[in-house]
């Protein structure tokens, strides 16, 4: 089983949809969790991190679920500019390691 | 500040050949990796270092060397090139904090004929 588990997609969706990714990762000890977006060809970048309470910005949402071992991002009012690979990341805690999933490919069409 | 930083951007190698991938950084960050990304595998952890003189292996180490002579600087040394060694290479970093995000470069797309 892998460490970090995304539904690798693509989903589809129009704009103006929301659309919700899960993620699910299998080491209780995980401290820290994150949402990466990645352009095609470009670098990964720190979407927003996500905090036992839940979180937002802007038409993003992201939440925790540490007892099921899963987080969730929602995109709300998606834009053209929303397309991208979204990285789920985990880091145990005390740990060095990041632990990335292998993302979830979303196209947003007009 | 340029942040993390990465050359060449491409490069096509003969198997056989011998190569080093630059990474800097500039903001003073202890931890630095190195990841290749390769379709449907996501990042996989190459190499990485807590500090100036202290390298770690990651997941996938094989065929690869790194340094860590100063604190800005980590390069990754592919010793005799492969065609499995065809991917993209991102270099990144951050603070000690286990909390905070990772910095990456722009990467370095690699070509082994």
């Known amino acids: 089983r892998k460490e970090v588990e995304q539904d690798p997609g693509p989903f589809n969706v129009p704009e103006g949809a929301t659309v919700a990714f899960n993620c699910t990762y299998s080491?209780?000890?995980?401290?820290?969790f994150f949402w990466y977006r990645q352009d095609c060809r470009k670098e990964p970048k720190l979407l927003m991190s996500?905090?036992?309470s839940g979180n937002e910005d802007g038409r993003f949402t992201a939440q925790l679920n540490r007892a099921s071992q899963y987080i969730s991002l929602l995109i709300r009012d998606s834009k053209l500019s929303d397309s991208a690979t979204y990285l789920c990341?985990?880091?145990?805690?005390?740990?060095?390691?990041?632990?990335f999933g292998a993302g979830t490919r979303l196209f947003v069409k007009a | 500040n340029a942040g993390v930083t990465q050359t060449p951007k491409f490069q096509v190698l003969k198997t056989g050949q011998s190569m080093t991938l630059q990474c800097a950084q500039d903001?003073?960050?202890?931890?630095m990796s190195w990841y290749r990304q390769d379709p449907g595998m996501g990042l996989r952890l190459i190499h990485y270092?807590?500090?100036?003189?202290?390298?770690d292996q990651g997941e996938v180490p094989n065929g690869y060397n790194v340094s860590r002579s100063t604190t800005e600087d980590f390069p990754l040394r592919l010793l005799s090139a492969a065609p499995s060694q065809t991917s993209v290479y991102f270099c990144?970093?951050?603070?000690?904090?286990?909390?905070?995000?990772?910095?990456f470069g722009p990467g370095t797309r690699l070509t082994v004929l």
């Open positions: 080491n209780s000890a995980s401290q820290s």
């Open positions: 990144a970093s951050r603070t000690d904090r286990g909390t905070d995000t990772q910095y």
């Open positions: 270092s807590v500090g100036a003189g202290i390298t």
């Open positions: 990341v985990v880091r145990p805690t005390g740990g060095f390691k990041t632990i």
């Open positions: 903001m003073n960050h202890e931890y």
């Open positions: 996500v905090y036992s």
